[in-house]
């Protein structure tokens, strides 16, 4: 069975790479709006159907379209986080509350919406990078590497060092930051909290929808796909430290080193129960995540 | 204090007491049906609405079910099980104590069947799945409960008998189910199969719903088993296919169970689709006869391709079978709309009775043993993909094209 840990390994860090998409968006959007987007599945289930159709409809690759996704989805980010905003910055009962709520209707309106207009059947995204795989058998290692993962891990890395110099070299993410920290220095200093927020909010839009094309090739698509990736989002952000965008990725590799093995090694079938007990006992021992540093 | 203390006890007392349910005078059936219009198991839930569907119009289309020379039309009550069994038994209740539905048609799945089936039985309310095939259903023997579609340890080991019967022989098999009531019986009834028919069982393994199951996969493929066969649902299939195809590996046969005899399968992995085994009890080219409604299955398949843009598969034929099941029970008792609880004993024991060829083949319910009120008169097919078409390739008796085996390289479509 040990010949099979260098794969288990990669299956793990592949995995990862898919939840770090997921999730680190999502996290963002936390650390800055303090609001946890239950509709962040629905973002990446829009976002995967409107690949499947700019793939059926011109028969170009679906990552081509990837840009103009983002755009589209940016556009619609930008557009509904002053509805939220004003939720969350309501005077009565717990705003904080009032968002999650607002947000939980949001996913349950979009999937309805999506069940209407795109039907019910499961469909896929076929791309030239769902063909191929890269086998190791040649170098001494018993390990395949498929194409479409490996791009999928290379966009959550992208993504990642995007969202990391956009926060630590830019004005822009000196304003992020600082909202982040404290919404009313941050507006005594010229921040634009409103403008700051449909921005933070439009990127993670966009980046959910980009991150739905490439579920859509590495697996399936469906109107109800979101509720599942909503889970692993809100695992992976309360792993990594509620806000802390840095421990999302090792959040996420954590995670889908766990699932590989688990589901190599032990009984696959306790694979969630395996990876919640994790959870629960990395949050006795530290509440605020992996590395203590989350809000 | 005490007099508040023994009117907590009633209202608890209550809520254990069935309430009777009193009969309606209308001239018309009223039929509620409990499916996962929702949630996960929002396709195959679509897919048993649109059996029940097709079988309302069709009979409303002649007038109604004629009962001692009146016809009285059907009427569908629809209530949504959001694929959760507990919302299906809530929905059960719903639709038997403020509707007054006649009698029930039942769920897609299995789960949320075995959790409305205890629901009916307390309300004394007849009810058939067109859909749901756990056996565990069958063997609860749940009195007011009947099912179409024969259980999936009636009908799994024709696949594997078929499998078995591929020249050069398989040696080996791998085994992987979803951890939902009907997937994890559909892995356990290819296992007991598979050991009958003494092929070597390499893995066996029950994995959650709905999870990425590559790493498993890889594993799998490192023993290079000749027959993968999986049991899951139809967003489950397209993942299993894609990560096979992923980790390039390609077992001689792979067979999998529910749903990929739908054209949406087909269409959804393409080319990859080609040469997978399933195992099903109708196609729309079966050699049927009957003269309710549709006088074959091509007549059906026409009908539905006519209503869906789709010739229909398996599960929604039981659903329309299921109606039809119903609609001769009804005319052999003479049973009008808003019936008693007298009458709905009769239709129950009117069931037990009937022996109906339909355009689904022959509809005849078990009253005993393991298969208790599952439809035991259908034979199981084998089919295969191929040519983007469902080809029956087993048992021989019934075989349209010769099995393609073993399956084309995915890297060579």
């Not at chain 1, 040990?2 to 999730?23: C, K, V, W």
């Not at chain 2, 009193?22 to 219009?37: C, D, P, S």
């Not at chain 2, 498993?216 to 027959?227: Q, Y």
């Not at chain 2, 397209?238 to 269409?267: E, N, S």
Request: proline share 5%.
């Amino acid at each position: 069975m040990m010949e099979l840990l260098p794969q288990a390994l990669t299956d793990g860090i592949l995995l990862g790479g898919i939840y770090i998409t997921i999730a680190i968006a999502f996290s963002l959007t936390y650390g800055v709006m303090h609001v946890i987007d239950f509709a962040v599945g629905e973002w990446i289930m829009f976002g995967a159907f409107t690949g499947y159709y700019l793939n059926k409809w011109t028969g170009l690759d679906p990552f081509l379209f990837l840009p103009v996704i983002f755009v589209l989805y940016f556009g619609v980010g930008y557009v509904i986080q002053p509805v939220i905003h004003r939720v969350l910055s309501g005077t009565k009962g717990n705003p904080f509350l009032m968002g999650l709520v607002f947000t939980f209707g949001l996913a349950i309106m979009f999937r309805g919406l999506a069940l209407t207009a795109f039907g019910f059947y499961s469909n896929s995204i076929p791309s030239a990078f769902s063909e191929g795989s890269f086998n190791l058998e040649p170098l001494g290692l018993t390990v395949t590497i498929p194409t479409v993962r490996l791009v999928g891990l290379g966009y959550a890395l992208a993504i990642t060092l995007i969202l990391h110099y956009l926060l630590k070299k830019t004005n822009f993410g000196l304003g992020v930051r600082a909202l982040a920290q404290h919404k009313d220095a941050a507006g005594l200093m010229g921040v634009n909290s409103k403008r700051t927020g449909s921005y933070v909010y439009g990127i993670y839009v966009g980046i959910s929808a980009m991150t739905g094309v490439l579920l859509g090739c590495i697996l399936s698509i469906g109107a109800q796909m979101g509720n599942e990736y909503t889970i692993f989002a809100f695992f992976v952000v309360v792993l990594a430290g509620m806000g802390y965008l840095a421990g999302v990725p090792w959040a996420a590799l954590l995670l889908g080193l766990v699932q590989s093995i688990f589901m190599i090694y032990f009984n696959p079938s306790h694979t969630l129960l395996a990876v919640f007990a994790i959870l629960y006992i990395i949050l006795l021992i530290s509440p605020r995540g992996l590395f203590g540093k989350g809000v | 204090m005490k007099f508040g203390f023994v009117r907590v006890l009633l209202l608890i007392a209550a809520l254990f007491v069935a309430i009777p349910v009193h009969a309606e005078q209308r001239n018309f059936f009223k039929i509620g049906v409990i499916t996962e219009l929702s949630g996960d198991l929002v396709t195959g839930g679509n897919i048993t609405k649109r059996g029940y569907d097709l079988w309302a119009q069709e009979v409303n289309a002649k007038g109604g079910i004629v009962i001692q020379g009146k016809k009285y039309p059907v009427k569908l009550v629809y209530a949504d099980a959001q694929s959760n069994p507990a919302a299906g038994a809530a929905a059960a209740e719903r639709l038997i104590t403020q509707e007054k539905v006649d009698f029930i048609l039942g769920p897609y799945s299995s789960g949320v069947t075995l959790a409305v089936a205890p629901v009916v039985d307390k309300y004394k309310i007849p009810m058939i799945t067109g859909s749901a095939e756990s056996p565990l259903i069958w063997k609860n023997k749940f009195k007011y409960t009947f099912g179409t579609i024969p259980p999936i340890n009636f009908t799994g080991a024709t696949s594997i008998k078929t499998l078995t019967e591929m020249k050069p022989a398989p040696k080996t098999i791998a085994i992987i189910g979803s951890n939902d009531a009907f997937s994890k019986a559909t892995a356990e009834s290819y296992k007991a199969a598979a050991e009958k028919a003494k092929l070597k069982i390499v893995k066996f393994s029950i994995v959650p719903s709905g999870q990425d199951m590559t790493p498993l996969l890889s594993a799998v493929r490192s023993m290079k088993p000749d027959i993968i066969a999986f049991g899951g649902h139809d967003e489950e299939h397209v993942k299993f296919v894609k990560a096979l195809k992923q980790i390039g590996y390609t077992p001689k046969a792979l067979l999998m169970h529910c749903g990929i005899t739908d054209k949406a399968f087909i269409d959804a992995v393409g080319k990859d689709g080609e040469q997978i085994f399933g195992t099903t009890c109708w196609t729309g080219t079966a050699k049927t006869k009957c003269n309710v409604l549709w006088p074959n299955a091509a007549a059906y398949a026409a009908a539905s391709q006519k209503a869906f843009n789709n010739p229909g598969d398996y599960t929604q034929g039981g659903c329309s079978a299921a109606g039809i099941a119903f609609q001769t029970a009804l005319q052999k008792i003479g049973a009008k709309p808003g019936m008693d609880e007298a009458t709905r004993t009769k239709l129950i024991q009117a069931l037990e009775q009937i022996d109906v060829q339909t355009f689904y083949g022959r509809v005849k319910f078990a009253t005993s043993g393991e298969f208790y009120h599952a439809n035991v008169g259908l034979d199981p097919l084998t089919i295969q993909i191929q040519g983007g078409q469902v080809k029956t390739v087993g048992p021989k008796a019934s075989v349209e094209a010769p099995a393609i085996y073993p399956m084309k390289e995915w890297k060579s479509r």
